[in-house]
């Protein structure tokens, strides 16, 4: 089983995800598949990534009144008439409704990986679970990881997700894993400071700038692993629990 780390949206190339039955994984640990993992886990009914604001608000037409949430931030600064997509704001609105997220950076490398035979939503929140069901294909599969970065660099909290995720696949794994040097590169990275999660978010570009507008509480709940412990999928435009693990949930 081949693992590849993609280091950010960016690196995407859509013709190559529909190539030879590829599975993605996206991680945007500050803040967009954090937000979108834990909502499923309160009891959203589902989430779709949107590419930017307007095609959020076009969206929102197609449901009822009190249906739909619409949330989003455009470079880490909050959209009028939008909801910030902090986990822990979204916490208690976000049961039984679906909710529309808009961001600038995770939910455009969803909508970028659609062609790949498989899409996982993943975070240090679910990572463990995310890595369960990763190691469900077959074992000629290729796992393409992808960090979305922000804004065209690289992001200190999602390479040390995509690390978590990867040290996840080591552990629980009984086939050989075929790491890329990117994919090693963030293993090492998270083995290196596997008990400093809330501190090396916080140090990173954008942990200042949540620190700056005093999201301290979503930095600490972002660090957490296995918090939400759900495996998220995004199938037809939709994120959403995997059918099988929602079995096991009820």
Same mark, same amino acid.
């Given at each position: ?18 190539? $030879?039955?590829? *599975? /993605? ?10 937000? &979108?993992? #834990?909502? +499923? ?63 600038? $950076?995770?939910? *455009? /490398? ?10 996982? &939503?993943? #975070?240090? +929140? ?125």
């Amino acid at each position: 089983m081949k693992v590849h780390l993609l280091l950010k949206k960016e690196e995407i190339l859509p013709e190559k995800m529909a190539e $030879n039955s590829k *599975v /993605a994984v996206v991680l945007d640990v500050l803040l967009a598949t954090t937000a &979108i993992v #834990s909502a +499923l886990y309160q009891g959203a009914k589902g989430v779709i990534p949107v590419k930017d604001h307007n095609e959020a608000r076009e969206l929102s037409k197609m449901y009822q009144k009190g249906g739909c949430i619409l949330a989003g931030e455009l470079h880490a600064k909050p959209i009028t008439g939008f909801l910030y997509p902090s986990p822990l704001l979204l916490s208690g609105q976000v049961q039984g409704k679906t909710l529309i997220l808009s961001t600038t $950076n995770g939910t *455009v /490398a969803l909508r970028n990986t659609e062609g790949a035979q498989k899409v996982y &939503i993943s #975070s240090l +929140l679910n990572n463990k679970e995310t890595a369960k069901a990763l190691l469900k294909h077959q074992q000629g599969s290729t796992i393409v990881i992808i960090c979305s970065g922000n804004s065209g660099e690289v992001s200190l909290e999602d390479v040390y997700g995509a690390g978590h995720l990867i040290t996840s696949l080591i552990e629980l794994a009984d086939v050989s894993l075929q790491l890329s040097d990117a994919a090693r590169m963030a293993y090492y990275l998270y083995k290196g400071n596997q008990q400093m999660g809330r501190e090396l978010l916080e140090s990173s570009y954008v942990g200042h700038l949540f620190a700056r507008h005093g999201l301290y509480s979503d930095l600490q709940y972002a660090s957490t692993e296995d918090a939400a412990p759900v495996v998220a999928v995004l199938e037809d435009g939709k994120a959403t629990i995997a059918r099988d693990h929602m079995q096991k949930q009820t």
